[in-house]
C-alpha cells in the first residue's frame, strides 16, 4: 500500500525566511510525485510534478526536489501570501495507476 | 484560464437521503475523479472515470456511489443513502492524458443530519 508522510505537520515562517517542507513516500514504483497547494475550504491547486531522482521544478518562489525516497519543497524568502496548506501525493506503477495518493499536507504560516 | 467548476459549494441533507454532486470538467480533458476530504484527514481518492465508464475505485466507493457522465459537460457522483459519515468535502478533478497531472474543482461541502 502506499504511503506519504509528511513533515512538519505546521511550520510558521517570519516573512523572508526560508525553509523546506519534507515529504517521504512508499510506493511500489513511481509514476509520479505531485505538490499542491491549498487555501482553507478550497480545492488543491496543482503546483508540480516530479517523475525521476534527481528532477529539479521552480515557480517563483518555490523549487521542488526528489530522491529515491522523498521529496522536499523548498521556499525561499517565502511572502504571507505563500500560507497555506502544501499536500504531496504520489501515484503508482501498479495497477491502472489512475489514483493519487495523498499526505496530510503541511500548513505553512509566513507572517509578516 | 480553464479551470474545474463544482455545484452546489454546499449542500445539506438528511441520513439516508440521496444527493447528487455536479462537476464540469476542464473542456478537452478525458480523465475525471472524485476525491473526498474529512475535516482535519486526508485527500482520499473514491474513483476514477474515463471512456464512459469507471477505471479504478476505491474501497470507499461501495454500492451506494454511483458516477455518470450524463453529457458532454457534466460529471455527477450519487449518493444513494447517505450516512453520517458521507460528511466531508468532495472534490471532483480532471486530467487530460492517463497520468498527468490532475486539476482540482473548488469542491462541495456535504454536511449529512
Known amino acids: 500500500e502506499d504511503q506519504v508522510t509528511q513533515s512538519p505537520e505546521a511550520l510558521r515562517l517570519q516573512e523572508g525566511e526560508s525553509s523546506s517542507l519534507n515529504c517521504s513516500y512508499t510506493v511500489s514504483g513511481l509514476r509520479g510525485l505531485f505538490w499542491y497547494r491549498q487555501d482553507p475550504g478550497k480545492g488543491p491547486e496543482f503546483l508540480f510534478t516530479l517523475y525521476s531522482a534527481g528532477e529539479e521544478k521552480e515557480k517563483e518562489r518555490l523549487k521542488a526536489t526528489l530522491t529515491k525516497k522523498e521529496s522536499f519543497l523548498h521556499i525561499t524568502a517565502p511572502k504571507p501570501e505563500d500560507s497555506a496548506t502544501y499536500l504531496c501525493?504520489?501515484?503508482?506503477?501498479?495497477?491502472?495507476?489512475?489514483?493519487?495518493?495523498f499526505g496530510k499536507g503541511t500548513l505553512l504560516t509566513v507572517n509578516p | 484560464e480553464p479551470e474545474v467548476t463544482q455545484t452546489p459549494s454546499h449542500q445539506v441533507t438528511q441520513m439516508g437521503q440521496e444527493v447528487i454532486l455536479r462537476c464540469v470538467p476542464i473542456?478537452?480533458?478525458?480523465?475525471f475523479y472524485w476525491y473526498r476530504q474529512i475535516l482535519g484527514q486526508k485527500v482520499e481518492f473514491l474513483v476514477s472515470?474515463?471512456?464512459?465508464?469507471?477505471?479504478?475505485k476505491s474501497e470507499i466507493f461501495d454500492d451506494q456511489f454511483s458516477v455518470e457522465r450524463p453529457d458532454g459537460s457534466n460529471f455527477t457522483l450519487k449518493i444513494r443513502s447517505t450516512k453520517l459519515e458521507d460528511s466531508a468535502m468532495y472534490f471532483c478533478a480532471s486530467s487530460g492524458i492517463k497520468g498527468g497531472e490532475q486539476y482540482f474543482g473548488p469542491g462541495t461541502r456535504l454536511t449529512v443530519t
Open positions: 472515470f474515463y471512456n464512459n465508464e469507471i477505471s479504478e
Open positions: 473542456s478537452n480533458h478525458l480523465y
Open positions: 501525493a504520489v501515484r503508482n506503477s501498479g495497477g491502472s495507476n489512475y489514483k493519487l495518493t
